[in-house]
Nanobody, 124 residues
């Protein structure tokens, strides 16, 4: 069984930083396409960033490009989302996701496995 567990969320002030982690069990992250999505209360779940560790490829949503960075540590079977210069609009529950096949995608429908989420709150 494949499981994804996110951690690293919390309460930070505007301009602060957080690093989210997603530990995968059941299969190595190098065999997946990996992604981060976020969802604020009452809003749709939006794409944040994705990675294809087997190819060393990454992609980031325009709203976070230059501030957020996705990365993978294959030895620890973990992906990360480094979030810098956080803004109140970044407040959301952040979800880790994985595809069955190693593809790079920003489309929610391409992802087959999802974590439970970790809360990020950015205050003024």
């Amino acid at each position: 069984q494949v499981q994804l567990v996110e951690s690293g969320g919390g309460l930070v002030q505007t301009g602060g930083s957080l690093r989210l982690s997603c530990v995968a069990s059941g299969r190595a992250v190098s065999t997946y396409g990996m992604g981060w999505f976020r969802q604020a209360p009452g809003k749709d779940r939006d794409f944040v960033a994705s990675a294809l560790p087997s190819k060393g490829l990454t992609s980031h949503a325009p709203s976070v490009k230059g501030r957020f960075t996705i990365s993978a540590d294959n030895a620890k079977n973990t992906i990360y989302l480094q979030m810098n210069n956080l803004k109140p609009d970044d407040s959301a529950t952040y979800y880790c996701a994985a595809t069955q096949q190693p593809v790079l995608s920003g489309r929610e429908g391409d992802y087959d496995y999802w974590g439970q989420g970790t809360q990020v709150t950015v205050s003024s």
